[in-house]
Every structure is written in structure tokens, then in C-alpha cells.
């Protein structure tokens, strides 16, 4: 399944999109969106915060709704575009779901299976592999998180300041 860049572009400002939804109600800002014949079959942004379920990422909230839209477990023929490189769970549920091709912007140093810490998605030792496709508007992506957590921390200063525990950082 072969996209243009500007096709590929497009599907990724829409997960890009999802993503704001999720910073604007608090969540981590990562978004996903699931496409087949070029129509949008499944969106998602993070919820994991306020529906207090560690399960409901982007990725999982898409594949969910392409299953619904397909009545079909399997997303054979998709594509899935995600803000933020897939942990373990959701690359998990690409696997199982058996989409064929998946879009990052994004790596995830910490969490990101699917080229950065290993790569779950072209394990032969699984029934399904996937190409992946790593960078698509990186810096953009990036800059959601950046700006996210760069926002919290510096709440929590602020915070800490006012209620008189702000311990300065200490300049050696």
C-alpha cells in the first residue's frame, strides 16, 4: 500500500489533530488515525488519564473503531498513523490486529518498540509483520510532547514555589 508523501502528510495531520484533542483536555497529546482505501476507518487520542484505564492509548481507541467499522477483527489493507512511536501494548495490537502498514513521527526513547528500543512490528518470530515507516513530521510530533511536558513541569514549580517546598536548582 503505497502513499504519496503528501497523502502521507495528510493522514498524519489528522492523527496530529487527535493529538491536540487530547492536550486540549489534558492528556499526553498523541493521536492516531487508521486508514483503508483512503477514508479514515478509526481515530483515537489518549483517554488513559481520564477514563483511569492504563489500555486506552491513541492506537488502541483506532484499532478498536476500524474493528467496529470493518465488523472485522483483522485491519488487513490499512494503514495506522500515529504521533508518537507504538509501546509494546499498542505495537502488541497492530500485531494482532494484522495492519500491514504503520507511520510514526515521533521515536520514543523510552517506550517506542517499533525501531527504537527493538522492533516488535518486523519480528519474524510473530505471525505478523508490519512496515513501518519512522519520522513522518518528527519535529512537529515532538513538539507537541516537548511543549506538553515543559507545560507540567513547569505547573509543578510553580506549585512548589507557592506552597514554599520550591528547592531552587543548585548551581555547582
Known sequence: MGYTQTEIDQWMQVAIDEANQARIIGEVPIGAVIVKDG????????????????????????????????????????????????????AGAIINSRIPNVYFGASDPKAGVTGTLMNLLTDKRFNHQATVVAGVREAECAAL???????????????????????PNRVE
Open 39 to 90: 477514508q479514515i476507518i478509526g481515530r483515537g487520542h489518549n483517554i488513559r488519564e481520564h477514563a483511569q484505564d492504563a489500555t486506552l492509548h491513541a492506537e488502541i481507541i483506532a484499532i478498536q473503531e476500524a474493528c467496529m467499522v470493518e465488523k472485522s477483527w483483522r485491519l488487513e489493507d490499512t494503514a495506522i498513523f500515529v504521533t508518537l512511536e507504538p509501546c509494546p501494548m499498542c
Open 145 to 167: 510532547l516537548q511543549t506538553f511536558f515543559k507545560k507540567i513541569r513547569e505547573n509543578r514549580r510553580k506549585k512548589k514555589k507557592k506552597t514554599g517546598n520550591f528547592k
